[in-house]
């Protein structure tokens, strides 16, 4: 039994959107007794019954009560008398139910055959009908409107694929006539491969059978010669009664929008991968300016506020303050032309921006600015930037689009878009899509202006929290290394320290904390700020690493009751030394970090054997220390297991490592310290890496005095006598006098208070040390005398003439100590 075969329900495209499905329409065949010849797959999905369950059977029976039969006699009889017929009859459906249609009845006729009815009905009411027929080898045929006001063209072809009938939406559709269309084939009049291409397939249609769906196209149509637009066609053969083929419809869609959105959201994700690569504002601008030249634009600049670069904050407008416009850089420019001639400014130079300009105006407004046709006549404010006008009339730009580069409420500078090859202006169209694209780059500017803003501020805190000058005084020769895991912003958690202690000692420390960036840097500059205050304490390093344990629980403690914290304080390990230059010897404690290096003068390298302790931050932990008398000239080593340790070979391998590149303590003190950081296996450690070097001094015997002195008042005097005779000898009598008073009040508080033998030594290095020994271990405290009290002004006077002083305990009593600073005629 013949079929004729249909297309599925079509979509439309308006205004670039997709509209709804449109209804099925049920085509079908009466031949001239009212029996149906043809029945579509369109009409069994909306009636129900199948083509065995109608081919052959009056129509009548179709129709679902007898006034709709009388209805359907009555356009008969309209059929005949004037070609066709519409109007809404109720259907039965298989189901039993009604279903009320609208239905469009037209003839189909050849020559020697008799009248075939074409019968399309559909659930929504048309509107307009429109009848053409022409001349063809099927002789009469006549095909009225169907759903004339459809959103989609509708063409019938017959065998030879001339066109027999056409709608009028496919005349407002192309804007082909269609008188000029009647009677001719596809190719005659829209000549071309595409048109070739879609006769092809309609030919394959008419020789299978099977429908073609969504097969697209495109071609340039004659009232818009210069745009292509794209078509969605599906094309279903009709058939008569016998199964003989009569032509060809095509239900056609103009899907220029569809597609060009559909493309160019296609360019939008290109765009994301390509504009904002790195974190560059920039490159940035550049990579904008070369994505969407030419495929947007002849010529296209990007000019970014100066504070942009340096990271700085943008206003939400950026308009002339005081009369003075802000500067701004000309970050990328993109041309047709080989380097950009149209261009006044090179890349990276500032950019002049006209007061009265549209610039301007979109930097105020933060609105872009789309001038079709560029306006260059007198009177404009090309008139105050002549040098930009000669570039327009020299290149012959006329078209002309800026649009504001903002992100997150700020604007960050302009982009402009220029056409002159291209003889199209710019349109709405146009301007939505540089939006689109200036928006995605406008985001990669403000990520990396604020990368910028931020990696400056990171290594500001780094260079704040790391030593910028490490000095050793009189005690050791130190340099360092430092390698952060996080090359890009060059911050850690490594830290290591030079403190400069009372009697010529000197602090050694180095520490890492848990993780690496910038959270590990504040952390770090945490505990670096609490060990500087226990080593003023003068605490020995088993002491001092209990106390920074106990600050590191602490701190724990409180972040973890801040819910808005997400950094807590990790846990750290730690090595804290202490090298007396006066009796060479070497204190030292470690909580969980690896043993130092010790290299003698010969060249032997050893490790330690230091009790490890636990890392800091455990708490309960007990640490011990261990004292090492050290040759001079010997190198100590101190490192974190960055240094030493990776992904691929464990912490001993990399100790051996360091010994090897150790092992050469006559080199320069920089120069070992290089070789050892050469020795890394790979460039950027998985961890961050820091070595401190230090090269041992001993302090000569003729810089140092010392005498026992008796628990007698009556010993004060000979004390400032014994202290004014060995500052003659080293030459330092102008300190004479303040040291006089400062032994005096020293010596007389240790015999008045103090215990035991009392010990006056003197130390010259880098400043005149004083210190006096006793039994006693209280801690001595300033007083603020009274007007009227006659002692109690004898720390207050060391504190006056002194540049430091204080306390520290030994095993056998305490030293008071006080620091003048020498001259520079010393």
């Known amino acids: 039994m013949p079929i004729c075969e249909d297309t599925a329900p079509i979509t439309r495209c308006g205004a670039g959107r997709p509209a709804g499905p449109v209804p099925d329409t049920a085509v079908a065949v009466i031949d001239a007794k009212g029996t149906v010849a043809g029945w579509t797959q369109s009409a069994e999905r909306l009636i129900g019954f199948t083509a065995d369950d109608v081919i052959g059977r009056s129509a009548t029976e179709l129709l679902a009560a007898s006034e709709d039969g009388a209805k359907a006699s009555a356009g008969a009889r309209r059929c005949r008398d004037e070609g066709g017929w519409s109007g809404r009859v109720g259907l039965r459906h298989r189901d039993g ?101 879609v006769e092809a397939v309609m030919r394959e249609v008419l020789a299978s059978g099977a429908p073609k769906v969504d097969h697209e196209y495109r071609l340039s149509l004659p009232a818009d010669p210069r745009r292509e637009h794209a078509f969605s066609t599906s094309f279903f053969r009709l058939d008569d009664a016998e199964g003989g083929t009569l032509g060809v419809c095509a239900m056609i869609v103009d899907v220029t929008d ?9 360019i939008l994700s290109e765009a994301g991968t390509r504009i904002g690569s790195t974190l560059d504002v920039m490159r940035t601008g550049q990579e904008l300016a070369d994505f969407t030249v030419p495929l947007l634009a002849d010529y296209v600049t990007v000019d970014l506020a100066e504070s942009v670069q340096l ?172 390698l952060p895991a ?7 958690g490594d830290w290591f320290d030079v403190i400069a202690l009372s009697g010529a000692r000197v602090a050694l420390v180095v520490g890492d904390v848990v993780g690496h960036g910038i959270n590990a840097a504040a952390t770090m500059g945490r505990l670096r700020t609490a060990v500087h205050t226990l080593a003023a304490m003068d605490l020995p390093p088993d002491e001092l690493l209990a106390r920074l344990d106990d600050t590191i629980v602490r701190l724990a403690e409180e972040d973890l009751d801040d819910p808005t914290r997400t950094d807590a304080v990790a846990g750290a390990t730690c090595l ?10 070497c204190t030292m404690a470690r909580a969980g970090h690896p043993p130092p290096a010790i290299v003698q003068p010969d060249g032997r390298v050893g490790f330690p054997d230091l009790p490890s302790g636990l890392p800091l931050g455990v708490g309960m932990a007990t640490f011990e220390a261990v004292e090492l008398d050290l040759p001079e000239g010997c190198v100590l080593a101190f490192y974190t297991d960055g240094l030493v340790e990776t992904r691929d070979a464990d912490i001993d391998a990399g100790m051996d490592r360091l010994g090897a590149a150790l092992a050469r303590p006559d080199r320069p003190l920089d120069e070992l310290c290089s070789a050892v950081v050469g020795t890394l296996p790979v460039r950027a450690p ?50 004479a006098p303040t040291t006089e008073l400062i032994v005096s009040e020293l010596v007389t508080n240790a015999v008045r208070y103090g215990a035991g033998p009392v010990t006056l030594r003197l130390i010259r290095h880098h400043v005149l040390v004083c210190e006096v020994f006793d039994a006693n271990d209280t801690v001595p405290r300033m007083r603020h005398a009274r007007a009227t009290d006659e002692g109690g002004r004898g720390l207050f006077l060391v504190a006056r003439l002194s540049h430091r002083h204080g306390t520290r305990f030994t095993t056998g009593g305490k030293i008071v100590w006080a620091e003048q600073e020498l001259t520079p005629s010393i």
């Open 258 to 266: 569809r597609q060009r959105a559909r493309e160019r959201l296609g």
């Open 311 to 482: 990271g700085e904050e943008s206003q939400a407008r950026l308009g002339a303050m005081g009369g003075r416009i802000p500067a701004f850089r000309r970050a990328g420019v993109a041309s047709v032309h080989e380097g950009a001639p149209e261009s006044l400014w090179p890349r990276g130079e500032p950019v002049f921006v006209p007061a009265s300009s549209p610039f301007t105006r979109v930097l105020t407004s933060g609105k872009p600015h789309l001038e079709p046709v560029l306006d260059t006549s007198a009177g404009t404010w090309l008139d105050e930037d002549p040098g930009r006008g000669e570039k327009i009339h020299r290149f012959g730009m006329h078209s002309l689009m800026i649009l504001p580069i903002h992100a997150r409420g700020a604007v960050l500078g302009v982009a402009v878009f220029v056409r002159a090859d291209d003889p199209t202006p710019f349109d709405a169209d146009d301007l939505l899509f540089a939006e689109d694209l200036v928006a995605r780059a406008a985001l990669s500017l403000d990520n990396a202006r604020r990368y910028v803003r931020e990696r400056a501020a990171a290594l500001a805190l780094q260079r704040n929290l790391l030593p910028r000058r490490l000095f050793g005084g009189a005690a050791v020769d130190v340099t360092s290394r430092y």
């Open 576 to 585: 804290y030394a202490v090298y007396d230059p006066v009796t060479r010897r």
């Open 686 to 735: 998985s961890d961050d890496a820091t070595l401190l070097l230090a090269r041992t001094h001993a302090l000569s015997p003729s810089r140092i005095a010392s005498w026992e002195l008796p628990a007698d008042p009556a010993v004060v005097g000979h004390a400032r006598t014994l202290a004014t005779d060995r500052l003659r000898e080293w030459g330092l009598e102008h300190l």
């Open 486 to 492: 996080d090359t890009e912003d060059g911050v850690g």
């Open 97 to 197: 139910g009604r279903l009320d249609v609208h239905v469009r009845v037209a003839p189909l006729s050849g020559r020697g055959a008799e009248t075939h009815w074409l019968v399309a009905a559909t659930g929504r009411r048309t509107v307009t009908s429109a009848t053409s027929a022409t001349s063809s080898p099927v002789q009469g045929v006549a095909l009225e409107s169907l759903l004339a006001s459809a959103p989609i063209g509708v063409a019938v072809r017959d065998r030879e694929l001339r066109c027999i009938w056409v709608n009028d939406a496919l005349e407002t559709q192309d804007g082909i006539a269609r008188e000029r269309r009647l009677g001719r084939r596809l190719a005659e009049v829209l000549p071309g491969c595409e048109a070739d291409a």
